[in-house]
């Protein structure tokens, strides 16, 4: 019995959290206006391509993913590599202000991002980085959730591994990309995806650095929908559905290692 009431809750918990995106898939395929009808439309529709041709002609849809794809995958990687390296200097290297310096970073975490938007704008335009590619990767590429996350899963690493491989003839480098850094791939692929979703989903600083049409990301292109007197909802949720594949794709891609880095900080604590 308590089984099935667990079940019963679970399967109650899950349909909750389809219908949402149900119905954006419904609201992709009717026209603007049968959004609104009464009752509203519960089954798909036949509008899908023409509100793709409408999103395609309004903002340029397929070349803004490329674009978001192309920022989000060059900041995951790069912003993954400084986490890793970062983290790994903090748990295995002994040097005066170790603990200090690792104590600025996770009080980073603590500053609203708020509160950085006037100074980072400020420092973009004098060195000329408004309305650049750079200017919504570089700033945020030490990310000091990473770099904790990755210190963590480093601490657990056997030093005397590292022995082995300077005895070996192996220098720094070496060492860390082919002994240490195979060896946290779950956490490097928990970060991954959580890294890549946050520059995905990025919106406000986006908003404030690109001006240009031609670099605007999925979700500055979709805020353009939105206008004063109308508002395109079908192109909307289309535009929205569409930008859950590449976040759908990552997980696939990940998923594995996701569940082990999760699992593994969880044992840990």
């Given at each position: 019995m308590?089984?099935?009431?667990?079940?019963?809750?679970?399967?109650?918990?899950?349909v909750?959290?389809?219908?949402?995106?149900?119905?954006?898939?419904?609201?992709?395929?009717?026209?603007?206006?049968?959004?609104?009808?009464?009752?509203?439309?519960?089954?798909?529709?036949?509008?899908?391509?023409?509100n793709?041709?409408?999103?395609?002609?309004?903002?340029?849809?397929?070349?803004?993913?490329?674009?978001?794809v192309?920022?989000?995958?060059?900041?995951?990687?790069?912003?993954a590599?400084?986490?890793?390296?970062?983290?790994?200097?903090?748990?295995?290297?002994?040097f005066?202000?170790?603990?200090?310096?690792?104590?600025?970073v996770?009080?980073?975490?603590?500053i609203p991002?708020?509160?950085l938007?006037?100074?980072?704008?400020?420092?973009?335009?004098?060195?000329?980085?408004?309305?650049?590619?750079?200017?919504?990767?570089?700033?945020?590429?030490?990310?000091s959730?990473?770099?904790?996350?990755?210190?963590q899963?480093?601490m657990?690493?056997?030093?005397?591994?590292?022995?082995?491989?300077r005895?070996?003839?192996?220098?720094?480098?070496?060492?860390?990309?082919?002994?240490?850094?195979?060896?946290?791939?779950?956490?490097l692929g928990?970060?991954?995806?959580?890294?890549?979703?946050?520059?995905?989903?990025?919106?406000?600083?986006?908003?404030l650095?690109l001006n240009?049409?031609?670099?605007?990301?999925?979700?500055v292109?979709?805020?353009?929908?939105?206008?004063?007197s109308?508002?395109?909802?079908?192109?909307?949720?289309?535009g929205?559905?569409l930008?859950?594949?590449?976040?759908?794709?990552?997980?696939?891609?990940?998923?594995?290692?996701?569940v082990?880095?999760?699992?593994?900080?969880?044992?840990?604590?």
């Amino acid at each position: 019995m308590k089984r099935a009431l667990v079940w019963l809750a679970a399967a109650a918990g899950a349909v909750v959290s389809v219908i949402p995106f149900y119905w954006m898939i419904v609201a992709a395929t009717h026209d603007g206006g049968e959004l609104f009808a009464s009752p509203p439309p519960f089954l798909p529709g036949g509008e899908l391509m023409a509100n793709l041709a409408d999103l395609e002609e309004t903002i340029h849809f397929s070349r803004v993913m490329v674009t978001s794809v192309w920022t989000a995958v060059v900041y995951t990687v790069l912003s993954a590599l400084v986490s890793a390296m970062c983290g790994y200097g903090l748990a295995k290297y002994r040097f005066r202000g170790r603990g200090a310096l690792l104590g600025v970073v996770l009080a980073t975490m603590m500053i609203p991002f708020q509160v950085l938007l006037v100074p980072l704008f400020q420092m973009m335009a004098s060195i000329g980085w408004v309305d650049t590619y750079q200017a919504i990767i570089v700033p945020f590429l030490a990310n000091s959730f990473g770099i904790f996350l990755m210190r963590q899963a480093f601490m657990d690493f056997p030093d005397e591994l590292l022995e082995s491989g300077r005895l070996d003839g192996a220098g720094d480098l070496r060492i860390f990309y082919r002994i240490v850094l195979p060896c946290v791939r779950p956490q490097l692929g928990a970060l991954v995806i959580f890294t890549f979703m946050g520059q995905w989903n990025a919106f406000i600083w986006p908003l404030l650095m690109l001006n240009s049409e031609e670099r605007f990301t999925v979700p500055v292109a979709l805020n353009h929908l939105i206008g004063l007197s109308h508002v395109d909802y079908a192109g909307l949720m289309l535009g929205a559905f569409l930008a859950t594949l590449p976040l759908t794709l990552i997980f696939l891609l990940f998923q594995r290692q996701f569940v082990s880095g999760l699992l593994g900080g969880a044992l840990k604590g």
